[in-house]
């Protein structure tokens, strides 16, 4: 199964002469106060005897954002339609005007694209970061959950998008191209974390996680995958992470994927993600409302699948190990209980306080479990605390290293892909909360500051290595009209890996 809505997305150099007799159903071009000095649209303005610039001036003029120009005189395309570009030079702005690309597109019917810049890049960004990110913001925003039947879902018509460029050297064409392979790969891998996360429960078990990541294999046969089931986990020795699926009737598993593009013997970079298929709580359940939006907590597993299917995509020259710890948080007679001691992998025993602070059990021991790759550094993602949720809202990813060096790379990566994280301190003075006397560490912290005192508990278990933590309780899903997953922390983490 292929995540690609698109089936391509590439660059074209072309003159003002070829542009005027490319035949794509909709030409979409960005336009702003410097459009009419652009090369291509001097031609194309000649050719339509001054129609073009004249709609310019009038869009330009106008309170609209865009406008629409049918069978415009000596110019192939069907369509034309001129975007106006967001005045403010704010990222995040300039992502949702991209993602407007292909919603439009979509809305028309409209199969094929060729879009052009005729404005002046955002402060600080240069023509490839432009490219990148519309070319992945088409891709991603194309994205329609259409997997379990519903007769409302309509299918998207767009397929292929041509990014425009005029008259560039062969040497920056060439990076021009790239950039849209790395753009379109991320969309690709956003829109498998979406998919992922968007699937019911019910058809989203930690079983069915491993199908579809054995089933890498077939598009990606450099891939290594492993699988374990819970067979496997206790030999390991994985109490903390065997107990939150006790009370499921759906066997917990863990995956790992490895990506091997780098150099032979340099060190891998490794991801583990927190893929808790359905959270109901456990015997410390959680209230009713809004509790299907815990099928998104398997997230940060499916946003690790999401970027080792861009690795692969791009055939990327690193090593990169995902790891994806998949259990089924339920209430049952068999069920872990408040007050249960358990012992990791590590030999730590964990005193399970709260049967609801799961995530960080099944990702203690696959912290501990992936020393064995001597990792360059590690990176777990985690729908982890409703306190992120909180303290960051729906914008910026919770951020807590042991090692800033690593923090700060992983804060620019989060800026040059809009796609944001914030720090949250992980000092020494919170780590006493998960102390209790009936075992080496409790699972809950105190009142306050539950992202740090979740991410105090994993510090425990990753002091052999350069470690950071994203918490995306936040932003891994949108509620509201638009619910659904976002595909993040994708962006960040592969501009992280990439760079
Ligand atoms: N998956 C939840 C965190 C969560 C809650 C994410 C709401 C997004 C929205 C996690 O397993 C959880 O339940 N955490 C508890 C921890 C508490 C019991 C210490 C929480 O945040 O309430
Ligand atoms: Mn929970
Ligand atoms: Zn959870």
Redesign the pocket.
């Given at each position: 199964m292929s995540y690609r809505v698109l089936n391509s997305i590439s660059v074209k150099n072309l003159s003002g002469r070829e542009l005027a007799k490319d035949k794509s159903s909709l030409l979409v071009i960005l336009v702003d106060k410097t459009a009419k000095k652009n090369n291509l649209l001097v031609h194309l303005d000649k050719v339509s005897k001054g129609g073009l610039f004249g709609s310019i001036n009038s869009l330009m003029k106008s309170k609209a954002k865009s406008l629409n120009l049918h069978s415009v005189a000596g110019v192939s395309s069907k369509e034309i339609l001129l975007m106006k570009t967001p005045e403010k030079s704010d990222t995040y702005v300039w992502l949702n005007f991209f993602k407007s690309i292909s919603k439009v597109a979509n809305s028309l019917g409209k199969q094929d694209i060729s879009v052009m810049f005729a404005c002046k890049t955002l402060k600080n960004r240069d023509d490839n970061w432009m490219i990148e990110a519309c070319c992945r913001q088409i891709e991603a925003s194309a994205y329609i959950f259409g997997s379990s039947k519903n007769k409302t879902v309509v299918k998207p018509s767009l397929k292929r998008a041509s990014i425009i460029v005029g008259s560039v050297s062969a040497s920056s064409l060439k990076k021009l191209k790239n950039s849209a392979k790395v753009g379109f790969a991320a969309g690709e891998g956003m829109n498998a974390a979406k998919h992922l996360g968007d699937m019911p429960a019910n058809l989203c078990t930690p079983r069915i996680i491993e199908k579809k990541v054995k089933a890498l294999k077939k598009p990606f046969p450099k891939l290594k995958i492993s699988s374990f089931n819970e067979k496997d986990l206790a030999k390991l020795k994985m109490g903390s992470f065997l107990s939150v699926g006790r009370g499921s009737d759906e066997p917990s598993r863990m995956m790992t994927i490895e990506h091997k593009g780098g150099k032979k013997g340099e060190k891998p970079i490794v991801l583990v993600g927190?893929g808790?298929t359905f959270?109901t709580?456990g015997i410390?359940l959680?209230p009713s409302p809004?509790m299907d939006?815990?099928k998104?907590?398997m997230c940060g597993a499916a946003s690790v699948f999401g970027v080792m299917i861009a690795l692969a995509r791009l055939n990327a020259k690193v090593n990169v190990i995902g790891l994806l710890a998949c259990a089924e948080?339920m209430p049952s007679a068999h069920a872990t209980k408040p007050g249960d001691v358990v012992t990791s992998m590590s030999g730590q025993t964990i005193e399970i306080l709260?049967?609801?602070?799961?995530?960080?059990l099944v990702l203690c021991d696959a912290l501990t479990y992936v020393k064995r790759y001597k990792p360059a550094h590690v990176i777990d993602i985690?729908?982890?605390?409703?306190?992120?949720?909180v303290a960051l809202g729906n914008f910026a990813t919770g951020l807590m290293a042991n090692d800033q060096k690593l923090a700060d790379k992983l804060l620019q990566a989060g800026e040059n892909s809009g796609d944001r994280a914030w720090q949250l301190p992980l000092w020494d003075e919170y780590k006493a909360c998960t102390k209790t006397n009936f075992a080496d560490l409790a699972?809950?912290?105190g009142a306050g500051a539950?992202?740090v005192?979740?991410a105090c508990f994993l510090s425990k278990f990753t002091e052999d290595y350069s470690w950071a933590h994203l918490d995306i309780?936040?932003t891994?899903w949108v509620k509201g009209n638009e619910k659904g997953g976002t595909g993040r922390p994708v962006p960040l983490l592969l501009d992280h890996i990439l760079s």
């Open positions: 927190k808790i959270d709580g410390s959680k809004a939006e815990m998104w907590d948080n709260n049967t609801d602070a799961e995530g960080r985690a729908t982890l605390t409703g306190a992120c949720v699972n809950i912290g539950g992202t005192t979740a309780a936040g891994a």
